[in-house]
Nanobody, 121 residues
Framework: VQLQASGGGLVQAGESLRLSCAASGRTFSGYVMGWFRQAPGKEREFVAIISWNGHRSRYADFVKGRFTISRDNAKNTVYLQMNSLKPEDTAVYYC???????????????WGQGTEVTVSS
């Protein structure tokens, strides 16, 4: 499956962005989808994941209550709605597809190219 992330940009603290990740190739609805991020000089980390049917999701503690992951299997797209953004949310955000509902990034087989989010204070 090929993944194309988009929607990043430069925003001020407190503002919102919605990231999208469009999938093509294999059956999108069969995959768990996740968002991960990598800040400058840091390791890539888990942000949010959603089950194949959208009924389960999980979030990193630092985004709970601010970010929402969702998916539209008819459009082969997963979203990350990011509200109340903080400067520490600045990172490249990656979407990923995998077979297992896990926050461990190494279990994800397919990755998008990343979209950059910059939050100014």
């Amino acid at each position: 499956v090929q993944l194309q992330a988009s929607g990043g940009g430069l925003v001020q603290a407190g503002e919102s962005l919605r990231l999208s990740c469009a999938a093509s190739g294999r059956t999108f609805s069969g995959y768990v989808m996740g968002w991960f991020r990598q800040a400058p000089g840091k390791e890539r980390e888990f942000v949010a994941i959603i089950s194949w049917n959208g009924h389960r999701s999980r979030y990193a503690d630092f985004v709970k209550g601010r970010f929402t992951i969702s998916r539209d299997n008819a459009k082969n797209t997963v979203y990350l709605q990011m509200n109340s953004l903080k400067p520490e949310d600045t990172a490249v955000y990656y979407c990923a597809a995998g077979a297992t509902f896990t926050t461990t990034q190494y279990n994800y087989d397919y990755w998008g190219q990343g979209t950059e989010v910059t939050v100014s204070s």
